[in-house]
Nanobody, 118 residues
């Protein structure tokens, strides 16, 4: 089992910044993918950014140039630095870990609310 604890959400004005953190604990494999997703009520959860062990982050087109994902493998922690926030970035942000063959083990955090006011 893997436990994920997110922090850093909140309310910010458009153009502002927030930094999300996600600490993973438990049975963490050496090779895995950690990612950030977001979801609004009635909509599908969408990938924001993800990074595989030893690789570089991939970003959704909607956040490229504004969001930066980083990973501290020693701490099993990932971060999402969100700059130039827009009202459309408002969502619940979830941390995710995929590991195992074909990424068959899939874990989610409890989510953290990000609200961007106009």
């Amino acid at each position: 089992q893997v436990q994920l604890v997110e922090s850093g959400g909140g309310l910010v004005q458009a153009g502002g910044s927030l930094r999300l953190s996600c600490a993973a604990s438990g049975s963490i494999f050496v090779i895995n993918t950690m990612g950030w997703y977001r979801q609004n009520p009635g909509k599908q959860r969408e990938l924001v950014a993800a990074i595989t062990s030893g690789g570089s982050p991939n970003y959704a087109d909607s956040v490229k140039g504004r969001f930066t994902m980083s990973r501290d493998s020693a701490k099993n922690t990932v971060y999402l630095q969100m700059n130039s926030l827009k009202p459309e970035d408002t969502a619940v942000y979830y941390c995710n870990v995929k590991q195992g063959t074909y990424w068959r083990y899939d874990y989610w955090g409890q989510g953290t609310q990000v609200t961007v006011s106009s």
